[in-house]
Nanobody
Framework: QVQLVESGGGLVQAGGSLRLSCAAS????????MGWFRQAPGTEREFVAA????????LSADSVKGRFTISRDNAKNMVYLQMNSLKPEDTAVYYC??????????????????WGQGTQVTVSS
């Protein structure tokens, strides 16, 4: 059974930092792309960043470039999202997702096959 479990969310002041973690289990992810998405109330799920498990190539949304960094630890089956210089508009539920056997780094949430339960990030002004 595939499981993606996020952790690390919380309340932080604007300008602060958080690191989100995603623990992946239940299958071999070596050919997958792992992504982070976020969703604020009343909005659609939004792409944040993605990383290819094998090779480590990455893609980030323009809104987070230079502030957020996605990374992975193959040995631990973990994916991380380091978030710096947080802004109130970054407030959302953040989801970890896996796109199995992906050919490219997709920004479309419908391309992702497995999802975590989400972790809340709240940035106060």
């Amino acid at each position: 059974q595939v499981q993606l479990v996020e952790s690390g969310g919380g309340l932080v002041q604007a300008g602060g930092s958080l690191r989100l973690s995603c623990a992946a289990s239940g299958r071999t992810f070596s050919r997958d792309v792992m992504g982070w998405f976020r969703q604020a109330p009343g909005t659609e799920r939004e792409f944040v960043a993605a990383i290819r498990w094998s090779g480590g190539s990455t893609l980030s949304a323009d809104s987070v470039k230079g502030r957020f960094t996605i990374s992975r630890d193959n040995a631990k089956n973990m994916v991380y999202l380091q978030m710096n210089s947080l802004k109130p508009e970054d407030t959302a539920v953040y989801y970890c997702a896996a796109d199995q056997r992906a050919w490219f780094l997709s920004v479309e949430y419908i391309d992702y096959d497995y999802w975590g339960q989400g972790t809340q990030v709240t940035v106060s002004s």
